[in-house]
């Protein structure tokens, strides 16, 4: 079958072309035909090294896939050969074929296809786990949301309404990206260009700052979010995109009963029953026609190196797909 692989880290043009052997599903796996891979910033953090756990060379990168169930392992049955399904994986997306549990699959919904279906997980799963299972929000808080108009960042607009917030405020780059968060349902829209956003932010909560405040950038941005944080507030950390880490005093953190959170989504992958009912409920939400979905554009495998340069340029918008069988 075809992959894209990369044997050392680097920039996107280690990402290779390359034949490999199809796997065999054992046990209770399922290989899985691909028909939608999503393309991700750990994908990119995998090709440069930087991912949070180690990345082991070769290495096929794509954690997010959507398509057929082709075989089936000796034990597996609860899924039969012929069932669209969508699932995450450690790795071994962007290729034609991918090894899957059983156990990790959720059946595609009618009404999606499998673009839409391969956009939600990975990027919704976060979205729903940072504002519920880590922020902890509740009906009438007040959420910052960095980086609105990306694919986490629209999708956690969106739910932080379906979860009851009062007030959602965003941040973004410009003014397109501002009214796309806009039409996600934002309520304050700041641009984070600007010097002094972070005043802005506690203009618009009267001075009491945010209840819950979703942070993936690092460096300055991680600082200046601290200080719009408001007592028993929750900041929690789910990227470092700047590549910036930054120091702070947690002592700084009692005075107000505030916490600082960190979030990893293969955490929640290795609790089945909690990742299972939660990604049946975003794809109810998505079926219901009360989340939306960006996709921004759709490519075939073979351009996954342009993808992700476009995807680090911070000049995209949505979700972008690789297409194995275009």
């Not at 075989?71 to 994986?89: D, F, M, N, Q």
């Not at 009360?290 to 993808?307: M, Q």
Request: proline fraction near 4%; include cysteine.
């Amino acid at each position: 079958m075809k992959a894209i692989q990369f044997t050392k880290f680097g920039g996107p043009e280690v990402l290779k072309k390359v034949e490999v052997e199809k796997p065999v599903p054992k046990g209770r796996e399922v290989l899985i035909e691909i028909h939608a891979a999503a393309v991700n910033y750990a994908d990119t953090a995998r090709r440069e090294g930087q991912y949070v756990v180690k990345t082991t060379l070769p290495f096929i990168p794509g954690a997010e896939v959507a398509g057929i169930v082709a075989e089936v392992g000796e034990y597996v049955t609860t899924v039969k050969p012929g069932t669209r399904v969508v699932t995450l994986i450690e790795s071994g997306g962007y290729a034609e074929y991918a090894i899957a549990d059983e156990r990790s699959l959720i059946p595609i919904p009618e009404q999606l296809d499998f673009n839409q279906a391969a956009a939600l997980p990975l990027q919704g799963l976060s979205a729903y786990h940072i504002l519920k299972t880590m922020g902890r929000l509740q009906e009438g808080e007040s959420v910052l949301i960095h980086a609105a108009a990306g694919g986490v960042g629209t999708l956690a607009v969106q739910l932080a309404k379906l979860f009851g917030a009062g007030k959602v405020i965003a941040t973004a780059s410009t003014e397109e990206k501002l009214q796309l968060a806009h039409e996600m349902g934002a309520d304050v829209l700041i641009n984070y260009t600007n010097e002094n956003w972070e005043e802005q932010v506690l203009e618009a909560t009267g001075g009491k700052g945010v209840d819950v405040a979703l942070e993936m950038a690092g460096g300055d941005v991680f600082i200046k979010t601290l200080k719009c944080l408001a007592t028993f507030g929750r900041l929690v950390i789910y990227g470092v995109a700047s590549g910036e880490q930054s120091r702070f005093y947690p002592s700084s953190l009692m005075a107000r009963n505030q916490s600082v959170i960190g979030f990893f989504l293969p955490q929640i992958m290795r609790k089945p029953e909690l990742l299972k009912m939660s990604l049946q409920e975003l794809f109810q939400y998505l079926a219901e026609g009360k989340l939306k979905l960006t996709i921004g554009d759709v490519f075939p495998l073979e351009e996954a190196a342009h993808v992700h340069a476009l995807l680090q340029s911070r000049k995209t918008v949505g979700k972008l797909i690789l297409e194995p069988k275009s």
